[in-house]
């Protein structure tokens, strides 16, 4: 059965970084997100990388301060988060899908069948 494990969050000055990392175990998936959700909102999109040809796709508001990348085996991604900024507090999910999403669902939470538990992000002074 396919495990996803969270870490890497924490409590953070605006500004400044951290580094998120979810090892994956069990399957081999061909595409990688992470996904947050805030007190009272949808869980939405952040980033997502494809196996195959190593495509990276951004929520508006986070290109240019995040990043998505994958150890060599592709089973532990990352999300490098700089200048964080209070409204990116939230609980941050690793998602990945078995298939190489097309770009319209690679945002499309429904898309992805397998979760982490998350880990909870804080940007606050």
């Known amino acids: 059965q396919a495990q996803l494990v969270e870490s890497g969050g924490g409590l953070v000055p605006p500004g400044g970084s951290l580094t998120l990392s979810c090892a994956t175990s069990g399957r081999t998936f061909g595409t990688m997100a992470w996904f947050r959700q805030a007190p009272g909102k949808e869980r939405e999109f952040v980033a997502a990388l494809r196996r195959q040809g190593g495509s990276t796709f951004y929520e508006d508001s986070v290109k240019g301060r995040f990043t998505i990348s994958a150890d060599n085996t592709k089973n532990t991604i990352f999300l490098q988060m700089d200048s964080l900024k209070p409204e990116d507090t ?3 999910h690793c998602a990945t899908a078995l298939g190489r999403l097309i770009n319209t669902n690679v945002r ?11 880990t909870q992000v804080t940007v606050s002074s």
């Open 108 to 118: 499309n939470k429904s898309a992805y069948g397998y979760w982490g538990q998350g």
């Open 90 to 92: 939230a609980v941050y």
